[in-house]
């Protein structure tokens, strides 16, 4: 008979499975969504409609946000996207490990949840890093078509405590093992 509070955590589990493969489609439709961006603002005639409006229409291109500016910025927000993917990817795997498992003290399932605290911490980072990267290059590629616009920021990762938080349960995760092995 399972106690009151794992049957919570198994629910929890099943939450975060599902809401870990919301954010991995959405952030693969980021990713998909920016390349397309890139390609139409480059390549798409003026002439391909949705309605009344053209494909190039849906972005306004002003003095400010020239088609160099949105090149890097989709550039840049695609990158993010593709990490995020990636991360929520790990967590999907992990959730649907502990559900098999049908409880997180498990000796895998604790090593498991080190992975993707370790994964919280450093693929946001990654991801950052070669934004800022591409954003750079971008900025030198394209420095006559983007003026001294500052467009390049990329805002800062912030499942560092996450990630550490998520590193400290896998911990107590492997006690909890422990204790449950020495009882068996």
């Given at each position: 008979?399972?106690?009151?509070?794992l049957d919570?955590?198994q629910?929890?589990?099943?939450?975060g499975?599902v809401?870990?493969?919301i954010?991995?489609?959405f952030?693969?439709?980021?990713?998909?969504?920016?390349?397309?961006g890139?390609?139409s603002?480059?390549?798409?005639p003026?002439?391909?409609?949705?309605?009344?409006?053209?494909?190039?229409?849906l972005v306004?291109?002003?003095d400010?946000?020239t088609?160099?500016?949105?090149?890097a910025?989709?550039l840049?927000a695609?990158i993010?996207?593709v990490?995020?993917?990636i991360?929520a990817?790990i967590?999907?795997?992990?959730?649907?490990r502990e559900?098999a498992?049908g409880?997180?003290?498990?000796f895998?399932g604790?090593k498991?949840?080190m992975?993707?605290g370790?994964?919280a911490?450093v693929i946001?980072?990654?991801?950052k890093?070669?934004?800022?990267?591409?954003?750079e290059?971008?900025a030198?590629v394209?420095e006559h078509?983007l003026?001294?616009?500052?467009?390049?920021?990329v805002g800062d990762p912030v499942?560092?405590?996450?990630?550490?938080?998520m590193?400290v349960?896998s911990?107590?995760?492997?006690?909890?093992a422990?204790?449950?092995?020495?009882q068996a």
């Open positions: 008979m399972q106690s009151k509070t919570t955590i629910t929890l589990s099943k939450i499975r809401l870990s493969k954010v991995f489609i952030s693969l439709i980021g990713a998909i969504g920016c390349a397309a890139i390609l603002v480059r390549f798409l003026e002439s391909i409609q949705l309605g009344k409006t053209t494909i190039k229409g306004e291109l002003t400010e946000l088609p160099a500016v949105a090149y910025a989709m840049t695609g993010i996207c990490g995020e993917a991360l990817k967590a999907e795997r992990y959730f649907r559900i498992d409880t997180p003290f498990t895998d604790a498991a949840l992975r993707l370790v994964c911490i946001p980072i990654a991801a890093i070669a934004a800022e990267i591409a954003a290059i971008a030198v394209l078509a003026d001294g616009a500052d467009t390049f920021e499942s560092v405590g996450l990630g550490v938080m590193i349960a911990l107590l995760c492997r006690h909890g422990e204790l449950t092995q020495g």
